[in-house]
């Protein structure tokens, strides 16, 4: 079989760099935090691309931690009292956008104090997040408040409207991929090294740790010389068997980790979309991903990886060992991995996104779509 997967980025230079003749939008986004992770990384590499296209991004972070591992191109404005942001940020916008939940109160009531557009971008149906009903109660209010609300895959689209009637505009998915890209060709790949995200999550374990512990452990009974690695947790502890915990990686370290792996699995219970399978598979490694929701804008089981249910550890060890003992079944899913993600382009997404705007805008005036610089 001819190894398609490419070794270089996927991408050339931005195609939507608008026009400089062309009408900016004026944005401020408030982030919970800038310490790194898949929602922040997400939200801060879409408006790296806005920058570069002209627009006017501000940043603000409910947060002084970090920035981390996350490089936004402007410094990022800490909002230590969201009461006060309207003094705090003195500058007009056109959009202010919430990115989690606990940013939507303070964006609403900013919105309102400036006059501005508010959108939320809502990245995953975060009342899962929490076991307490108290908190699940108040992140779910949230989707109240704002109601130009944009998202990225059907199934959260789905999801919203199933459990409180909230409408949503969606935007295509996307990923920087000029830096999650192969690293090394499929010969050259390990054939003995199985790779997960392990991130504690108590008490819900949205995550699926505990799958991932017992994962790792029938695997390690089955076969012992299998090397396991882990990536988001440092704590080997947490396993009872021989498990590489390599922390929380900055995420220009993690294509090469990818393309170090034979396999890589993950075992969430829950996704708004699954950034961890599609940096995996843009790196053109094999997958075995639970069906936890929104892998379905990208995955296809027996097509370019191998979905198993949540939670069963049996299903999960097996389909492992399966594509271990498979090497042309292997090698097809390293290239249609490739093939699938080459269309979630941030480039794309953030066209999709200022389309959104756009839209928004247009609503709120009462008038037709608000024409913006976007992709040509």
């Not at 001819?2 to 939008?25: F, N």
């Not at 109660?137 to 959260?156: E, F, G, N, Q």
């Not at 790949?189 to 452990?217: C, Q």
């Not at 794309?348 to 040509?376: E, I, N, P, R, Y």
């Amino acid at each position: 079989m001819s190894v398609s997967t490419s070794l270089s980025p996927q991408y050339l230079p931005d195609p939507g760099r608008p026009d400089r003749d062309r009408e900016a939008l004026r944005i401020f986004v408030l982030l919970p935090t800038t310490v790194v992770c898949g929602g922040v990384l997400s939200v801060v590499n879409l408006m790296n691309i806005l920058i570069d296209r002209g627009h006017q991004v501000t940043i603000g972070s409910l947060s002084q931690q970090g920035p981390d591992m996350v490089f936004p191109r402007t410094e990022p404005i800490f909002i230590r009292d969201p009461e006060r942001m309207a003094d705090i940020v003195r500058r007009p916008f056109d959009i202010v956008m919430a990115t989690f939940w606990t940013t939507a109160e303070p964006i609403a009531d900013f919105a309102e104090a400036i006059g501005a557009t508010p959108v939320y971008f809502v990245q995953d149906y975060e009342p899962d997040f929490y076991a307490d009903g108290e908190r699940r109660a108040a992140a779910r209010a949230t989707y109240d408040l704002i109601s130009s609300r944009v998202v990225k895959t059907h199934h959260l689209q789905d999801r919203l409207l199933y459990e409180g009637g909230w409408a949503s505009r969606r935007m295509r998915p996307g990923m920087s991929l000029d830096m999650f890209y192969p690293r090394r060709a499929f010969f050259e790949r390990p054939r003995n090294v199985i790779l997960g995200m392990a991130r504690p999550d108590p008490p819900v374990d949205r995550r699926g740790l505990h799958v991932l512990i017992a994962v790792f452990e029938e695997l390690h009974r089955r076969r012992p010389h299998l090397e396991l690695k882990v990536f988001g947790s440092g704590e080997a502890s947490l396993f009872s068997c021989p498990v590489d915990a390599l922390g929380t990686m900055e995420p220009s370290k993690l294509p090469e980790l990818y393309s170090t792996a034979t396999v890589f699995v993950e075992t969430s219970r829950t996704h708004g979309f699954g950034r961890t399978g599609v940096e995996a598979m843009a790196c053109a490694t094999p997958c075995v991903l639970s069906d936890s929701g929104g892998v379905s804008e990208y995955a296809r089981h027996g097509e370019n990886c191998l979905i198993v249910p949540v939670g069963d550890v049996q299903a999960t060890a097996e389909a492992v060992l399966s594509l271990l003992d498979d090497e042309p079944r292997r090698e097809e899913f390293s290239n249609a991995g490739v093939d699938t993600v080459r269309h979630f382009s941030d480039h794309l997404a953030a066209t999709d996104l200022v389309d959104a705007f756009g839209a928004f805008v247009g609503d709120q005036q009462g008038g037709s779509d608000v024409h913006v610089s976007s992709a040509q």
